[in-house]
């Protein structure tokens, strides 16, 4: 009965977890593809509509939730949120640290 109760619980925070990884991936494509292509120059990233694609593409491979996609998907999420995002966000407000 406990193990039950345990295992409803660990599959609904899965299912939370993976949902809200999801959700940051949609929101992502969306922010980069109202952000100036000339931002991802500056920052000598990839194109803006490469990581739309990546965004996008990271959101059905995380719904699938096939582990290996799943967790690529996982990642190139986090590298856009903690990474890319930060340093195009310093860029546009002009603060590129020059």
Avoid: C
């Avoid at 409803?8 to 809200?20: A, D, E, M, V």
């Avoid at 931002?39 to 990839?46: L, M, N, V």
């Avoid at 194109?47 to 990642?75: E, H, N, Q």
């Amino acid at each position: 009965m406990i193990i039950t109760y345990l295992q409803l619980i660990t599959s609904w925070l899965s299912s939370g977890f993976y949902f809200g990884i999801i959700l940051l991936a949609l929101i992502g494509a969306v922010m980069v593809a109202a952000t100036r292509e000339d931002a991802f120059t500056a920052a000598d990233r990839q194109s803006k509509w490469v990581w739309v694609a990546l965004l996008a593409g990271s959101s059905l491979a995380i719904i699938t939730r096939f582990p290996f996609l799943a967790w690529i998907g996982i990642v190139i999420t986090g590298v856009f949120w903690f990474d890319v995002r930060p340093q195009i966000r310093d860029i546009l407000s002009g603060n590129s640290g020059w």
